[in-house]
């Protein structure tokens, strides 16, 4: 099975503090990892983004409805 997850390298471009960088870049010994904790905060608070233009929506069209 493969697994899945975010390329820690491409995270660390958007939000470095999610991801721990090995002191030398040697691929052979040293990988790079992600801190899943770290990234809660942001993917709840996109949710709740989401969430507020959700309910923006429905009131809308329930306004174009009733028309």
């Known amino acids: 099975a493969k697994s899945r997850g975010f390329i820690a390298q491409d995270l660390y471009k958007i939000y470095p503090d999610t991801v ?10 040293d990988q790079w990892g992600v801190d899943y904790g770290k990234l809660t ?4 608070k996109a949710i ?7 309910n923006k929506l429905e009131e809308r069209i329930y306004n174009l409805e009733k028309k």
Do not use: F, H
């Open 20 to 29: 721990y960088k090995p002191p030398t870049n040697d691929l052979k010994k």
């Open 41 to 44: 905060p942001l993917l709840v």
């Open 48 to 54: 709740q983004d989401q969430q507020e233009i959700i």
